[in-house]
């Protein structure tokens, strides 16, 4: 697979007919896609799957292994060509540029680290770390010797690490001794010895020193990345896996306490990862492609790695934030880079777009040709500020919408091709049919007229999740049970009367804060465990900045406790359970939660008051307690 072969969509009709194709026939669709990859041995069948079980195999009986597409077969059409290029948090700090032929030795030389040190196909090898060069280099390593990794973002907690590691039984640690983001520095392996306190099934820790500050070594299990290299070989040959040989790991919340460890598997991933991203983004043989989110998150591994990597991009890889040393600081890379397709979060934007203009405008940004959205719906001012003052109306802006569980882009234009709506994903990619249920979970077919109801997909795609690690029940319940037969989104869509669909949001008790998808369990579990917490409840809220921020309404045993030290406490309490991201933005100590006759939370009314909308609170008859919803209302904070 090339970024120019002849699988890349040019017109609106090539992608009508190419859509229909995929529907009718789709086993021969994926097969022609399929065929540009590389395979030590072809499939005997391109799916066989079924939702009701749920069970879902593509290229079943074919082997591979995917670094020899992202990797080897670059090195011979384009060793030369640069891979990574990797922007540090501080300007002052070299970039670096990574060839494919220099990332391929480096991958190799690590995955004989990994072999050294124990690790063979199927072991489980957790990653937490920065954004830096050797996170790559750590997950294709694994992928290399068929090691399934488990990417944990370096932002969350010690806690969060621990029950991840646990939750999967990862052998091995791989992380870094510090990292830096805008001001702050953070000593990583700090959190990662909290954390190994509980985790019994690692064997060995492999630290990257991002700077030479002492760090702690535990003798016998912690090595040094390079001291392990030095006595690594650089060779190693692929190790053949199975099209559904799990590839990785990657956590979700979900709408009870613990992460879902969703699986990815290795055939059907590549394969939907690739080719939606060479569809999307359009990308031409000599641009840069720029991805801003993390690896620790889905987006990252899709569209940072696999996905341009497979495809033979030049991928860019930063490690900062946004507003350091100064709020034009991703101008400032898109100019230096000359990068062409950059893809970003409609919070980055919005946090941006609050900045005088100045920083963009300081700025020449004519290398860029496509512009992207992930992760929350993006509203229509930032669209609007995104397409006009960074675009300069000239870039196509692609609205991609799509889950961890997805594992590939589902419904989004595809640049210059498609046509583009603000406010909306628009259409599906080939091979993906999206299907509207209405309230008797009957689905909307499409007729001409607008829908609006629950988004579910109806046909299996070959980057879905094929299972929760270790809770396959879970699977069934959550994605395939509200709909037999259907994919559940967990969303709510709309569909315009030309079948664009927009999506309007989280539909269960999931919230997506600045992009990233948090369950309110859990940060309630973390809550309640303050020794003054009798019970929580956690709802979101509208933000301008970051799309909801949270809030959280608080019964304590002892009401006398309500203080503001006691608020910090909480919080506190959740950036060391989940990780600071999930600290309630609100807290109101209330005396009593409205709840249903069978005791559970009504969460829709603590929406509307955290939103300010209580004209209309909807029926508050089937309360049990009704009195409270005017005594939460009126102590608001
Ligand atoms: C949820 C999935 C996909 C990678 C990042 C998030 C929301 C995602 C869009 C979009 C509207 C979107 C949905 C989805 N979402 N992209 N373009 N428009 N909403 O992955 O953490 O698994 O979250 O993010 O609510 O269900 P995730």
Request: glycine share 6%.
């Amino acid at each position: 697979m090339e970024i120019r072969d002849n699988l890349q969509i040019k017109t609106f009709a090539e992608y009508k007919k190419t859509y229909q194709k995929s529907i009718e026939e789709p086993e021969a669709f994926w097969k022609t896609v399929a065929e540009k990859f590389t395979w030590t041995k072809k499939w005997d069948k391109v799916l066989s799957a079924d939702f009701k079980k749920p069970e879902v195999n593509w290229f079943q009986g074919a082997t591979l292994n995917i670094t020899q597409n992202c990797l080897d077969r670059h090195v011979k059409n384009h060793p030369n060509k640069n891979a990574i290029i990797w922007e540090p948090n501080d300007p002052n700090e070299e970039s670096r540029h990574i060839t494919y032929k220099q990332l391929q030795v480096k991958v190799c030389n690590f995955a004989n680290v990994l072999k050294q040190n124990g690790i063979e196909k199927g072991d489980r090898v957790c990653i937490y770390m920065p954004m830096i060069p050797e996170l790559a280099i750590a997950m294709l390593a694994c992928a290399r010797i068929g090691a399934i990794h488990s990417i944990v973002f370096a932002g969350f907690s010690s806690k969060a690490v621990a029950s991840r590691i646990n939750d999967s039984g990862c052998k091995m640690l791989i992380t870094a001794n510090d990292y830096y983001r805008g001001r702050k520095s953070i000593k990583l392996k700090e959190i990662c010895d909290e954390a190994l306190e509980n985790t019994p099934s690692i064997e060995t820790v492999i630290v990257y020193r991002r700077t030479v500050n002492p760090t702690s070594m535990k003798e016998g299990r912690d090595k040094f990345w390079f001291d392990e290299l030095q006595k690594a070989y650089a060779e190693c040959d692929p190790v053949e896996v199975e099209a559904e040989h799990p590839l990785f790991i990657l956590y979700t919340s979900g709408s009870t306490g613990k992460p879902k460890g969703m699986v990815h598997t290795t055939g059907g991933y590549m394969v939907g990862t690739t080719y939606t991203f060479q569809n999307t983004f359009q990308l031409n043989e000599k641009d840069i492609y720029w991805c801003t989110a993390d690896i620790g998150w889905i987006t990252g591994h899709s569209y940072i790695i696999y996905g341009p990597l497979c495809a033979g991009a030049t991928t860019v890889m930063f490690e900062g934030v946004p507003s350091y040393p100064d709020f034009d600081r991703f101008w400032e890379i898109i100019e230096k880079f000359k990068i062409t397709h950059f893809y970003t979060a409609p919070t980055a934007i919005r946090s941006l777009a609050k900045q005088n203009v100045k920083h963009v405008e300081k700025h020449n940004l004519e290398s860029l040709k496509v512009l992207g959205s992930v992760g929350e719906p993006i509203n229509e001012e930032a669209w609007h500020w995104f397409n006009d003052n960074v675009g300069k109306t000239k870039c196509p802006i692609v609205d991609t919408w799509w889950q961890t569980e997805t594992g590939s882009i589902m419904i989004s234009p595809l640049a210059g091709v498609t046509a583009t709506r603000p406010t909306f994903a628009t259409l599906p990619l080939p091979g993906v049919q999206p299907a509207i249920m209405d309230d008797e979970r009957n689905e909307i077919e499409f007729d001409g007229k607008v829908a609006e109801g629950k988004l579910t997909i109806k046909a299996p795609w070959p980057a879905i999740a094929r299972t929760i690690w270790n809770n396959h029940q879970r699977y069934k319940e959550t994605y395939f049970s509200a709909y037999p037969g259907y994919y559940f989104s967990g969303d709510g869509a709309y569909r315009d009367a030309v079948g664009n669909y927009r999506i309007t949001g989280r539909v269960d008790d999931v919230v997506i804060v600045s992009g990233h998808n948090l369950g309110t369990a859990p940060i309630e579990n973390a809550i309640n465990e303050h020794e003054k917490v009798s019970e929580s409840a956690i709802v979101g809220f509208p933000h301008d900045v970051k799309g909801n921020a949270l809030y959280a309404y608080v019964i304590l045993y002892d009401h006398n406790d309500a203080t503001n030290s006691l608020k910090q406490e909480i919080r506190d309490m959740v950036s060391k359970n989940i990780g600071a991201i999930a600290k309630p933005q609100k807290i109101q100590f209330v005396t009593e939660l409205p709840k249903t006759r069978s005791g559970k939370i009504m969460r829709r009314i603590l929406r509307k008051i955290a939103a300010n909308q209580t004209e209309n609170m909807g029926d508050t008859s089937t309360l049990l307690n009704p009195d409270v919803v005017e005594e939460i209302q009126k102590k608001k904070v």
